[in-house]
């Protein structure tokens, strides 16, 4: 008889991961606690409702990373992209769905396949270890009692509660001619920091364009989350003091433009946010700005006139681990190797990158369950990319939650012109991914 696994969670993750097992022939129990438990955010009992929006952003494959992993998704024969590309509305290039169509197409065909076993129950703490192989998928509103427990078991500073994003832009759009390299006072590597300088009068420009903005509201289930000192919003600190970002993000001290061979009034510095330098975190600039405001007032730093962003910035509740420390490349937790977690609670951003974890973890835990190794995705495609920025790529240190985007794929091989770019990475992951799934 072949032992179940059981997965915990039953949004777009676990749904995900679920029918992957189940369709591999092996028995699965999903336990979800909608339904004797609900939640701040979620409204039914659904299984992979979707509760902030009705769209999985950009359908096309050829330019575009969200369509590639789409496509990736389809090729491994995806409940979510499946029901998704059924309950379909119009929305141009991008894939925008009805929510109750789609979550009522997923509730029906799991609660109908014959390996699948849906327990509405709520977890209050780590599974028992007589589950021998278990899959987390519990997302941004995990419960208190099994939080505290992965916060017992991991570390104080290895779960957030508080997502506090700052932006973060594709290294090529930064304009190496203003910006410079340079740590402050010259600590650590010369290459540590991209400094992007102000004089009085850009900085005063730059605080009343943040100041007059339009802000994002909170939802209403975020509404009681307090803003604390290591995550306020930038222009909550202009608010409390035109100059109160001079002498916090903003400091130049100890920085010297080499253009002028002074210090500037002010500096934005930019940190290395992935492993190949293809992503900069702009360094405390995190914000409740709405995206378009975000993008018409942080290319007025000079050295970002033309910044392209690989995520715009945010605050809000979440739960999610600090996955490249916690975690191996399967997606195991390496404290108890028997749990692994899937979908936003690893530090994913977005519905189809959630389902994207969530099919990848199924997809090694069906290896394992059969005795094979499991093998993860090459780097070079859209799902592999995604899983190495979660398992390893980031900066542990800063690790926040990211969307999948070609920043995180790694270089070409040989150097192509920039618009054959997005091509070539494409054709390329798609070669890889078929190599990987006559082996994975």
């Given at each position: 008889m072949t032992l179940p696994i059981h997965i915990i969670g039953g949004g777009l993750a676990g749904s995900e991961a679920a029918w992957q097992i189940a369709q591999a022939g092996?028995?699965?129990?999903?336990?979800?606690?909608?339904?004797?438990?609900?939640?701040?955010?979620?409204?039914?009992?659904?299984?992979?409702?979707?509760?902030?929006?009705?769209s999985f952003r950009s359908d096309d494959p050829d330019n575009n990373a969200v369509g590639l992993i789409h496509q990736e998704m389809r090729a491994m024969g995806?409940?979510?992209?499946?029901?998704?590309?059924?309950?379909?509305?119009?929305?141009?290039s991008?894939?925008?769905?009805?929510?109750?169509?789609?979550?009522?197409?997923v509730t029906a065909t799991l609660a109908a396949h014959p390996n699948v076993t849906i327990v509405r129950e709520m977890i209050a703490g780590l599974p028992p270890e007589d589950w021998d192989s278990v899959i987390i998928a519990t997302g941004p509103l995990t419960a208190t009692p099994l939080a505290e427990a992965i916060r017992d078991l991991t570390g104080q500073d290895a779960l957030a509660f508080f997502d506090a994003i700052a932006p973060v832009i594709h290294f090529e759009s930064i304009n190496l001619e203003t910006a410079w390299f340079q740590s402050r006072w010259d600590k650590?590597?010369?290459?540590?920091?991209?400094?992007?300088?102000?004089?009085?009068?850009q900085y005063e420009a730059f605080i009343d364009a943040m100041l007059a903005a339009e802000m994002a509201s909170f939802k209403e289930w975020e509404a009681n989350t307090p803003y604390f000192d290591g995550c306020m919003p930038i222009e909550v600190m202009a608010e409390r003091g035109r100059n109160t970002p001079r002498f916090g993000p903003m400091k130049p001290v100890g920085l010297t433009?080499?253009?002028?061979?002074?210090?500037?009034?002010?500096?934005?510095?930019?940190r290395q946010d992935n492993a190949l330098g293809s992503l900069w975190n702009m360094v405390g600039f995190q914000t409740k700005m709405k995206h378009a405001e975000q993008v018409r007032v942080f290319r007025m730093i000079p050295g970002l006139e033309n910044a392209q962003f690989a995520r715009l910035g945010g605050l809000h509740r979440n739960t999610f681990i600090k996955s490249p420390v916690?975690?191996?490349?399967t997606l195991r937790l390496k404290l108890r190797p028997g749990i692994r977690f899937a979908g936003q609670i690893t530090g994913c951003e977005g519905y189809v990158e959630s389902a994207a974890v969530g099919l990848m973890a199924a997809r090694f835990a069906i290896a394992e369950r059969q005795g094979r190794e499991p093998v993860p995705p090459p780097a070079t495609t859209a799902l592999g990319a995604l899983l190495h920025h979660i398992t390893g790529g980031a900066e542990a240190s800063t690790f926040q939650p990211m969307n999948v985007?070609?920043?995180?794929?790694?270089?070409?091989?040989?150097?192509?012109?920039?618009?054959?770019?997005?091509p070539a990475l494409v054709t390329r992951a798609r070669a890889d991914l078929a190599d990987w799934m006559k082996v994975a």
């Open positions: 092996i028995p699965v129990i999903l336990h979800e606690m909608r339904g004797p438990h609900g939640t701040d955010a979620h409204k039914t009992d659904g299984l992979a409702e979707l509760v902030c929006s009705n995806s409940i979510i992209m499946r029901e998704a590309d059924k309950a379909r509305v119009p929305a141009g991008a894939l925008a769905v009805d929510r109750d169509v789609f979550s009522d197409g650590g590597g010369a290459k540590d920091y991209l400094n992007c300088p102000m004089d009085k009068e433009n080499p253009a002028t061979g002074r210090r500037a009034w002010a500096v934005v510095q930019l916690l975690l191996d490349e985007n070609f920043g995180l794929f790694p270089a070409l091989e040989t150097a192509v012109k920039k618009d054959q770019r997005k």
